[in-house]
């Protein structure tokens, strides 16, 4: 009989998804989706931070039902796991946006969907209600991405196209007000194939776009020369880029004014800027240095959790991204202050692996690990996860 070999059996970890994913990709869309900023200090330490944490287990206690369910903004969810936004999704292949929020949809899993995909926010919508009149489960929160752009109407007709599309909430990234120094970007450029676009930002309308304008400005940006040339290129694309002149006052003033909907700061590094989100009146803040795709030389999403939990002292939902790649990495970041979890590029590779079908699989291999984790470590609900739960591993060691 012949060996099964490992790439035949459906993939245990998240870094085997990943390596599935590597084989399928041309190498500078992998690139593309893997890669951090400058020397990739950040997304490096994003993830070898839960490394330096260990879980202290308690025994003897009965774990015999385990509940992974949470709650946020009064939603009851199976898990405290959701996709966090990430561009140009058709790139990894099958129907990149909408294989993603089916896949999110059938497991009433959370989606923010960036301002940048290759899907227009209407079809992704669509798509979610579909599923979930199939299948009649309740429907998960669908939040959109945005950067505020110059051109404010810009930023109000993404807005009302969000509303009119019933997503609940809008996460305004706040860690952009330049696009960081990606390498492999700038080296071989990221191309939108024809009949590929970026309906959301790159024209007013879903019926009308501009297919490869923002990811060759985006590009011709990193490689300006100066910083004055940066801007001049700036100006002269117009109002799809973000805007670097924004401040607290300007834009949660902007957003309270122009929409009901709930606001969600994506970006917040330290305890200073929580509190500020908390003060401007934010609904909830997003830990999140991008993915270590912006500034590089900052510390981990988790090393930065505890300042951001002992600034924001419940006022609000506190969710962090970046780095989480197995269910213990979860778990840690419950016990540590964190109400809800994202994750980025896990997502993109189980849609590069398999699609819709690789992204569920992606969402399992969390749920079992969260599961599995949180019984032998001897908890049984995730409000139960808790700081005394964690360990430090000496760094120097
Ligand atoms: C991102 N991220 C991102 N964030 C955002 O607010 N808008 C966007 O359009 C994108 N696009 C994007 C593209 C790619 C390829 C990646 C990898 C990331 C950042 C994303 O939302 C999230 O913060 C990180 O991906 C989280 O880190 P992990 O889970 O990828 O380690």
């Given at each position: 009989?012949?060996?099964?070999?490992t790439?035949?059996s459906?993939p245990l970890?998240l870094?085997?998804?990943?390596?599935?994913?590597?084989?399928?990709l041309?190498?500078h869309?992998?690139?593309?989706?893997?890669?951090?900023?400058?020397?990739?200090?950040?997304?490096?330490?994003?993830?070898?931070?839960?490394?330096?944490?260990?879980?202290?287990?308690?025994v003897?206690v009965?774990v015999?039902?385990v509940d992974?369910s949470t709650?946020?903004?009064?939603?009851k969810?199976?898990?405290p796991i959701?996709?966090?936004?990430?561009?140009?999704?058709?790139?990894?292949?099958?129907d990149g946006e909408?294989?993603?929020?089916?896949?999110?949809?059938?497991m009433?899993?959370?989606?923010?969907?960036?301002?940048?995909?290759?899907?227009?926010?209407?079809?992704?919508?669509?798509?979610?209600?579909s599923?979930?009149?199939?299948?009649?489960v309740?429907a998960?929160?669908?939040?959109?991405q945005?950067?505020?752009?110059?051109?404010?109407?810009?930023?109000t007709?993404l807005?009302?196209?969000?509303e009119k599309?019933?997503?609940?909430?809008?996460?305004?990234?706040?860690?952009?007000p330049?696009?960081?120094?990606r390498?492999?970007?700038r080296?071989?450029?990221?191309?939108?194939?024809p009949?590929?676009?970026?309906?959301?930002t790159t024209?007013s309308?879903?019926?009308s776009s501009s297919p490869?304008?923002?990811p060759?400005?985006?590009?011709?940006?990193?490689?300006?020369?100066?910083?004055?040339d940066?801007?001049?290129?700036?100006?002269?694309?117009?109002?799809?880029?973000?805007?670097?002149s924004m401040?607290?006052?300007?834009?949660l003033?902007f957003l309270r004014?122009v929409?009901?909907?709930?606001?969600?700061?994506k970006g917040?590094?330290?305890?200073e800027?929580a509190?500020?989100?908390?003060?401007?009146g934010?609904?909830?803040?997003?830990?999140?240095?991008h993915?270590?795709?912006?500034?590089?030389s900052?510390c981990?999403?988790i090393?930065?959790?505890?300042?951001?939990?002992?600034?924001?002292?419940g006022?609000?939902?506190?969710?962090l991204d970046?780095?989480?790649r197995?269910?213990?990495?979860?778990f840690k970041?419950?016990?540590?202050?964190?109400?809800?979890?994202?994750?980025?590029?896990p997502?993109l590779?189980?849609?590069?692996?398999?699609g819709?079908?690789?992204?569920?699989?992606?969402i399992?291999i969390?749920?079992?690990?969260?599961?599995r984790?949180?019984?032998?470590?001897g908890?049984?609900?995730?409000?139960d996860i808790?700081?005394?739960?964690l360990?430090?591993?000496a760094?120097?060691?």
């Open positions: 009989m012949a060996a099964l070999s790439t035949d459906a970890t870094r085997e998804v990943e390596l599935r994913a590597k084989e399928n041309p190498s869309i992998y690139e593309f989706y893997a890669s951090g900023s400058d020397d990739e200090e950040a997304l490096r330490r994003n993830v070898e931070a839960f490394g330096r944490l260990c879980i202290r287990p308690r003897l009965d015999s039902r992974t709650e946020l903004f009064g939603w969810t199976a898990l959701g996709i966090a936004p990430s561009a140009m999704q058709k790139l990894a292949g099958g909408l294989d993603v929020v089916k896949a999110a949809a059938g009433c899993i959370n989606m923010t969907l960036s301002s940048q995909s290759t899907t227009s926010l209407e079809d992704v919508q669509r798509a979610r209600e599923v979930t009149a199939e299948t009649q309740q998960p929160p669908l939040w959109m945005l950067y505020l752009y110059e051109d404010m109407q810009k930023s007709q807005i009302r196209r969000a599309s019933s997503y609940e909430a809008l996460v305004l990234t706040v860690d952009t330049v696009l960081g120094n390498l492999a970007e080296k071989t450029a990221v191309v939108l194939p009949g590929m676009s970026l309906p959301n024209a309308s879903p019926q490869n304008l923002l060759s400005v985006n590009r011709l940006l990193m490689n300006a020369r100066t910083a004055a940066a801007q001049a290129l700036r100006q002269a694309s117009g109002s799809v880029m973000h805007s670097s401040t607290w006052a300007k834009s003033a004014r929409t009901k909907m709930r606001i969600i700061l917040i590094m330290t305890g800027d509190a500020l989100a908390v003060q401007h934010a609904d909830a803040i997003i830990v999140s240095n993915g270590g795709r912006q500034l590089s900052t981990a999403t090393e930065a959790l505890p300042e951001i939990v002992a600034a924001v002292q006022r609000i939902p506190i969710i970046g780095g989480v197995t269910g213990a990495d979860v970041a419950l016990a540590l202050g964190a109400d809800f979890i994202c994750v980025g590029r997502a590779w189980g849609l590069a692996y398999d819709q079908k690789g992204v569920e699989a992606v399992h969390l749920e079992r690990e969260l599961s984790t949180m019984t032998l470590a908890v049984s609900r995730i409000k808790s700081r005394d739960r360990g430090i591993v760094r120097d060691t």
